[in-house]
């Protein structure tokens, strides 16, 4: 049987925070799908299809790792690619609450479909893709938390604005 795990967000951009969970995922199982989705209470900065080329690039050196952007429900999703596991990242007690709403939610869409959590890597638990864009609109550093290609395009985003 393959296992297959579906790694959702909206990847605005990729972190090293994702990717540290990403990569521990890929080792767990047989196939991960990123999955680039929707999250209607966030403004975007980059396009869909910018995102699934960014995390395309700084997923490269993982041989089980697919990139897809979907317009739906996460569990839709899963259910497209056959996932039965959802792998989310948790790095404080603060991220608690909204991911409890998540995966109870998606939990009454398809009872089929668990969620798993992993602590996020005690490097990364206080970097967000919002801080990130934040620095980066003020020119200060970001080559720490985010791989060197978002990094330069965070960079030109904010300098052609
Ligand atoms: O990286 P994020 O923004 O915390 O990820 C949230 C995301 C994109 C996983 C969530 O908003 C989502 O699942 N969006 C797709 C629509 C959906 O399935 N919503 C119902 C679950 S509450």
Do not use: W
């Not at 989705?37 to 690039?57: T, W």
């Not at 998606?106 to 005690?122: A, C, F, G, P």
């Amino acid at each position: 049987m393959t296992r297959v795990a579906v790694c959702p967000g909206s990847f605005d951009p990729i972190t090293y925070g994702h990717l540290d969970i990403i990569e521990r995922t890929s080792k767990v199982f047989d196939k991960v799908y990123i999955s680039v989705l929707k999250n209607s209470s966030k403004k975007g900065l980059f396009m869909p299809q910018e995102r699934v080329d960014m995390i395309e690039k700084v997923t490269s050196h993982l041989d089980n790792v697919e990139v897809k952007q979907f317009d739906g429900l996460l569990v839709d999703f899963c259910n497209e690619v056959g996932a039965k596991a959802i792998v989310r990242g948790l790095r404080a007690v603060s991220d608690f609450e909204y991911e409890m709403q998540l995966t109870s939610m998606n939990r009454k869409l398809d009872s089929d479909i668990e969620t798993i959590y992993m602590m996020t890597n005690n490097n990364y638990s206080f970097i967000s893709s919002s801080i990130v864009k934040e620095v980066a609109k003020y020119g200060g550093k970001i080559e720490d938390v985010v791989p060197p290609h978002v990094a330069a395009l965070l960079q030109e985003k904010f300098i052609n604005r």
